[in-house]
T-cell receptor
């Protein structure tokens, strides 16, 4: 079974731009979560989607948004990029609430200049 | 108080020794606990999950959970240099939210 895939793997943007990251979960997984990982803050929860609905959201500004499609694929968008948004963005999928073990994708490394 | 706490390390152990990694959490309603291993530049990889008090063994890895003390640990027996990585403790509270610790960096010395 194919794992979680994320595209693109690397991205360079400048301040003020916006970016969209994509995540395809493991086949059959309906829950997708997004995380930001930086050396100083560790792994920070952004939001989680299940059946196209956002179930939970972390403490990030409204510039960070996401959505999930009917095939469980998910996108996250960051608008008005800031230097501090440079990070590894990780997507993780799980089957559902009862089987909530998460499996991570390879991540998208975003550099904001 | 952080929701999930881990000693950042580095924890250095000689090859063949037992490495002991610890994690405490603050939410008493937490129900599921996970250990992930993350190599530098890579994404986290699941090692173990544990849901009830006691020990759970998988090969060289043993996870231990004590809900009364709000404590979860990971033991790595016969540590190998390839075990050198950052180990992340994650807690799931049942509100669809995972909380990760900042990780403990393990160095296994050959």
């Amino acid at each position: 079974k194919a794992g979680v895939t994320q595209t693109p793997r690397y991205l360079i943007k400048t301040r003020g731009q916006q970016v969209t990251l994509s995540c395809s979960p493991i086949s059959g997984h309906r829950s997708v979560s997004w995380y930001q990982q930086t050396p100083g803050q560790g792994l920070q929860f952004l939001f989680e989607y299940f059946s196209e609905t956002q179930r939970n959201k972390g403490n990030f500004p409204g510039r960070f948004s996401g959505r999930q499609f009917s095939n469980s694929r998910s996108e996250m968008n960051v608008s008005t990029l800031e230097l501090g948004d440079s990070a590894l963005y990780l997507c993780a999928s799980s089957v559902d609430r009862e089987q909530e073990t998460q499996y991570f994708g390879p991540g998208t490394r975003l550099l904001v200049l | 108080q952080k929701e999930v706490e881990q000693n950042s390390g580095p924890l250095s152990v000689p090859e063949g020794a037992i490495a002991s990694l610890n994690c405490t959490y603050s939410d008493r309603g937490s129900q599921s606990f996970f250990w992930y291993r993350q190599y530098s530049g890579k994404s986290p990889e699941l090692i173990m999950s544990i849901y009830s008090n006691g020990d759970k063994e998988d090969g060289r890895f043993t996870a231990q959970l004590n809900k009364a003390s709000q404590y979860v640990s990971l033991l790595i027996r016969d540590s190998q240099p390839s075990d050198s990585a950052t180990y992340l403790c994650a807690v799931h509270s049942g509100t669809y939210k995972y909380i990760f610790g900042t990780g403990t960096r393990l160095k296994v010395l050959a």
